[in-house]
């Protein structure tokens, strides 16, 4: 069934290319297709077009495609084009006629729009929750190893005392800006697009603020035109927001990748959390932490691609936005699963305790030794000569009495102070 049929069989290539993975990809839509066809139905009571009646037995079997939904009943035959066209036909094969009249004064494009703005919506709010997880426990890590110090690196060369408090509060503070773009990509999806039909409204007298309302928007997409060319455009938003996230999560798995090596070694996990070599016996490898790099990676060059496919369409439906779906949908989900994977192992992670008593790190005191010097009485650029000749001859002697107390510094974390910025 198509919902374009027009009493004629199109080739089967044609199908299979057109069609794609919708089927699968929808199955993921359903239940959300479900809730605008309900808001539908009731706004199409309301104003006359359906009676009490076909009203409300439309909703009883919309709530029963819901519950196969639920339960994991629900399929979409190859001989059904999407999610849309399955749901009507099990209306109109219930209800007959009144099946036939939930398309009333909509088109799939503001169906499919509808659809997916509601999805987006929930899974920006887990995503929001997740991070706000992650985010939790690495302000708990830092406030647990704040004392301890690390070697900080500028080109891969040690430069100052840093700490495990500084290491997991910079990351925490990160997904704070993070979810500014979740956030604002949750403003652009929380918009009603529904009535907007195939981009240039309806003559049928349907109320749209009474779908925004009943199906939990916070406001309406008034232009029709606008609620079209919304398609594409939130799904980018979205993916702007999950690159941003994604973008933290590569850095710090990073990181934990050099940490964990043998030549580092200032951090490690239980071995359950590692895996082994098929050779070698002594490897504890980080694939955990390897394949949250490079799923973050891939993900961040979502936005682009969503980029590359709308950015020369006019206004107007296309085929072309039909790809962007199967673009975000497996983003979500992997953005998801890399969220829960970073919390669930970073919570066994165990610090090394007096990394910086190797003298190989004593090169790091170098500027703390300085402004020892300046604080005294030095000039700085007398100062700084003073210990580049000390460390030229080899006779330089760290004073390793740190005193950082400004904010944000290895001595002054400001733990509540970034909390206090993750709004709730």
């Keep these: 069934?198509?919902?374009?049929?027009?009493?004629?069989?199109?080739?089967?290539?044609?199908?299979?290319?057109?069609?794609?993975?919708?089927?699968?990809?929808?199955?993921?839509?359903?239940?959300?297709?479900?809730?605008?066809?309900?808001?539908?139905?009731?706004?199409?009571?309301?104003?006359?077009?359906?009676?009490?009646?076909?009203?409300?037995?439309?909703?009883?079997?919309?709530?029963?495609?819901?519950?196969?939904?639920?339960?994991?009943?629900?399929?979409?035959?190859?001989?059904?084009e999407d999610v849309h066209s399955k749901i009507e036909y099990i209306l109109t094969e219930k209800l007959g006629d009144t099946g036939k009249k939930i398309h009333t004064a909509r088109s799939r494009n503001d169906q499919v729009l509808a659809a997916m703005q509601l999805y987006l919506k929930e899974e920006l709010s887990e995503i929001k929750h997740l991070t706000k997880e992650l985010f939790n426990l690495l302000l708990r890590l830092a406030d647990k190893h704040k004392e301890q110090l690390l070697p900080g690196y500028t080109h891969f060369q040690i430069a100052m005392p840093s700490s495990f408090g500084l290491w997991f509060s910079a990351y925490a503070e990160s997904l704070v800006d993070d979810l500014h773009f979740v956030g604002a990509a949750y403003k652009i999806a929380d918009q009603n697009p529904l009535g907007s039909a195939a981009g240039y409204g309806s003559s049928f007298p349907i109320d749209r603020s009474y779908t925004t309302s009943e199906m939990g928007f916070a406001d309406l997409k008034y232009n029709v035109i606008a609620a079209q060319m919304g398609r594409g455009k939130v799904e980018k938003a979205v993916a702007i927001g999950i690159s941003g996230i994604a973008d933290t999560l590569s850095k710090l798995a990073m990181d934990i990748c050099l940490y964990m090596s043998q030549n580092f070694n200032f951090i490690s996990f239980p071995d359950a959390l590692t895996t082994g070599s098929s050779i070698m016996p002594h490897k504890k490898n980080p694939d955990v932490f390897e394949l949250i790099r490079a799923k973050c990676n891939s993900l961040q060059a979502i936005p682009n691609q969503i980029t590359l496919i709308t950015s020369n369409l006019p206004s107007g439906y296309h085929r072309d936005l039909q790809i962007v779906k199967g673009l975000i949908i497996p983003a979500i989900q992997e953005i998801k699963s890399c969220l829960e994977m970073m919390t669930f192992t970073l919570k066994d992670i165990n610090v090394n305790a007096n990394i910086l008593d190797d003298p190989k790190y004593d090169y790091l005191f170098s500027v703390d030794t300085l402004n020892h010097l300046v604080l005294n009485g030095m000039p700085f650029r007398e100062a700084y000569k003073q210990i580049g000749s000390e460390i030229e001859a080899g006779n330089f002697k760290p004073e390793k009495h740190l005193n950082h107390t400004h904010e944000g510094s290895l001595g002054n974390l400001c733990l509540d102070k970034i909390k206090a910025k993750m709004k709730p």
């Design 1 to 80: 069934m198509k919902l374009w049929d027009k009493g004629y069989s199109t080739d089967k290539k044609i199908d299979q290319f057109t069609v794609g993975n919708d089927r699968e990809l929808d199955l993921v839509l359903a239940k959300y297709d479900i809730q605008a066809s309900s808001a539908h139905a009731k706004m199409l009571g309301k104003i006359g077009l359906l009676t009490a009646e076909e009203t409300q037995a439309l909703l009883r079997e919309l709530e029963n495609i819901a519950l196969s939904i639920k339960e994991g009943n629900f399929i979409i035959e190859d001989s059904f």
